[in-house]
Each structure stands twice: as C-alpha cells, then as structure tokens.
C-alpha cells in the first residue's frame, strides 16, 4: 500500500465558527491581505468579519475585485494589492474563484514569478506565505484543495497549478456564510461538489511507485477517497435540492458544507475525471459557470464508462437513497442515473451542450483538447482517446443516453 493524506494545519466546521478567523489570522502574521468580491463584501455577515480583522491586526489591505474564473488580469491586481501591504498572511474569504485567486497570489507573493511558471502540477518551490480559507458556498472545496483553477487569455481552456504547497494553511468552514447563496448559485456550486465525489470514488485506481505521492497531486481511487466519497454523495443527495428550494434550511445548509468539505478531501487525492477534463475547454468557450458544465456532463461521462464501474455506480445508488432491493449491478447503475439526469433537472442544470450554446462543429475540437488535460483525464475509468471523448460529447450534446462509447478496440 502506498497512499498520502494532504490538507490543512488545521479545519474548523461548524456554525458560528467564523468568529475564530480574527484570532486566526492574527497568529499567522500582522499584515493581512483579505481577498473577496464587491458582492460579499456587502454583506453583513462579511463586513463584520473584516471589521474584526482590522480590529485585531496592525496592517489591513482588502482586495474586493475577485471576478469568476481567475483571469490572470486578477492575479497581477492581487499581488499589486499584497505588495502594498507588504502582506505576510492572506485571508480569503468567497467561493472557489476567490480561494483560487489567493492561493496564486500566495504563490507569486514567496516565488516570484508568473502563474505561467507554476502551470502543471508540482510545479510550485516551497510553502507560500500563511493562507486563511473561509467558504462562502457549499461546492469547491477549495478550502482544503492543492489545486488553483485559472483562465488564461492565451489559451483556449482553463488550467491548473496543483501543488501540495497551496492547500491553505487553515479552513474555517462555517455554514452560516452560506444562508445569503442565491438558488443559482447553491446550485451550480453543490453540484460541483457532487461531482468532486462521484469522479473520485469512480476514479481509475493507478499504481504508484515512492516519488508519485510527492511528484504527482492526483493519484486516482483508494479507500481513503472511497470513504469520504461516500460520505459527501450521501449528503449531497438528500440536501442540495432543499438547500436550493430553501436557503434558510440551516440542516440543509451544514449538510452541503460539510458534504463540500468532505468531496474536497476526496478529489485532493483521488483527483477528478473526464467531466472536469471536458468542462475546460467548453467553459472557456462559453463562458457558462462550472458548476453548471460539469454537472451536465456528469451522467454522459458516467453512462459511458459504466461497464468499468456498474458496481460503484450500483454503490452510489444505495446511499443516495435508491431503493435497488435485489436489483443487479446494472440495473442500480441505470437507476442511479436516471435519478442523476432527474436531479440535475430538478435543480435547474440543462440538460445538453446544445441547451448552452455549445456548436456541434466544435465537439471533436474540445474533445482533442481535454485529452491533454493528463492530471484529469487519466483518471476517467472508461476509454479517453479522443474518438471516445467525442461520442461523450455526441451524447450530451443530443441528450440522447442510449448512445454507448465504444472502445477502440470495439470500433
């Protein structure tokens, strides 16, 4: 057995334990930078944490401009922003695009440098400088990730820094931060979060050799990942459709956030798969949220690989509530996406490419695309050439479920 266990010096979840983030960032140094957006920074729950922040350290710079997905335009305004400070902690208090944002400004704030430079994974030198991690929604996981997702003008799809130097160095996950999401974006988000679980407990299992726990971030499926897996689909199934009809069902709420939680420490080792892969290019090109993308894609990706996984998917079937008394593993599976495809609907996702814009011309292209997208696409259980990747596309751009992937082997 050759596993790693990565995460924080330390994670808080719970409600009311935002009120630790002063005492908090305080111990990690005296001049903060806080990263978020102009929409939160409005808002009560947030403007009181800042407040408490500047009561309790000596320098305090607030960088509000975080815009979605990362463009590296955000990068240099941040690091601009850190070095005005002199910052020597940040606090990141947002959904994954402000998390993402201020684990790179981190990045660039020790090392110098580029986000260029850090593309790929392992790529980062050493330790940032002390990042403080506080969600705002219920989906990234981000929190708890060695993973910064960024859009890159010159490139036709997002891409990643992956480094165990970036996992922030504390999270403090409180559900009542998340009681003001919008619908749309509680959905979008928890989705997201489905998705991080059933990717990884549907990961391909890979051998490793000594160096991979440290040269590689994602090292596919184990039984560490399958566990908290698990865990977070449960609970992602039984509350994100409350959570979306009703912010104000607090169950519902601590169950996404900590279902979010538990999928990010999942997908930090297992790593996540063709949806993902698949989503780069198509959000790139759309511009729609990722959330949304990569949920749609879901249960094409799956229904296409699911003679490697009937089994697993027979597994996510059972704790996500079906009744599949005496039924085959085939026959779990095809329940469980049936559900999928009610679910996605249920909380507002489309269901195909076409519903988003997407021109058919172009699936071939963002299929070629995805198959260099290695640290994802490896993961995928089912064939990932770039024939196999199209027919998923084909698939969720029709809508049409009865069209199998075949193998190269087959074809």
């Not at 770039?386 to 009865?402: F, H, K, Y």
Request: a negative charge; glycine letters at 10%; charged letters at 20%.
């Amino acid at each position: 057995m050759l596993e790693t266990v990565r995460g924080p010096r330390q994670l808080i979840v719970g409600e009311g334990v935002a009120q630790n983030i002063p005492r908090v960032v305080a111990e990690c140094g005296s001049r903060v930078l806080i990263v978020t957006d102009r929409v939160l920074l409005g808002q009560p729950g947030v403007a009181e944490i800042v407040a408490a922040v500047r009561e309790k350290v000596a320098v305090v710079g607030v960088f509000a401009d975080a815009t979605p997905d990362v463009p590296l335009t955000d990068v240099d305004l941040g690091v601009s922003a850190a070095a005005e400070v002199d910052a020597d902690v940040i606090l990141a208090i947002g959904g994954g695009t402000v998390i993402d944002l201020a684990k790179i400004v981190g990045v660039i704030r020790r090392h110098g440098g580029t986000p260029r430079d850090f593309y790929g994974e392992s790529k980062v030198p050493g330790p940032t400088i002390p990042l403080v991690a506080v969600p705002t929604t219920s989906g990234t996981g981000s929190e708890l990730t060695p993973v910064s997702v960024l859009t890159d003008p010159d490139r036709e799809l997002k891409v990643g820094v992956s480094s165990v130097h970036i996992v922030p160095d504390f999270a403090i996950v409180d559900p009542e931060l998340t009681y003001t999401c919008p619908a749309t974006v509680t959905a979008h988000s928890g989705i997201d979060a489905f998705c991080h679980a059933v990717e990884s407990y549907t990961a391909r299992p890979r051998p490793h050799g000594p160096r991979d726990p440290v040269e590689q971030v994602f090292l596919g499926r184990n039984p560490i990942t399958d566990h908290y897996a698990l865990l977070a689909a449960e609970r992602i199934a039984r509350s994100l459709p409350r959570a979306v009809k009703d912010g104000g069902d607090k169950d519902a709420r601590a169950d996404m956030s900590y279902a979010s939680m538990l999928a990010g420490i999942a997908f930090s080792h297992a790593g996540n798969a063709a949806p993902h892969a698949l989503q780069y290019p198509i959000g790139a090109a759309t511009h729609t949220p990722h959330g949304l993308g990569v949920g749609l894609l879901l249960p094409y990706a799956l229904d296409a690989a699911r003679d490697a996984i009937s089994d697993r998917l027979a597994v996510l079937a059972r704790v996500c509530g079906l009744d599949v008394t005496d039924a085959s593993d085939a026959e779990a599976a095809d329940l469980f996406l049936t559900w999928l495809h009610g679910l996605l609907a249920d909380i507002g996702i489309p269901a195909t490419l076409a519903d988003i814009g997407v021109a058919r011309a172009d699936l071939p292209r963002f299929a070629e695309m995805a198959t260099g997208v290695t640290r994802l696409i490896q993961n995928h259980p089912g064939p990932t050439d770039t024939a196999s990747l199209t027919a998923i596309l084909e698939a969720a751009w029709t809508g049409d479920r009865t069209r199998r992937v075949l193998t190269p082997e087959q074809r």
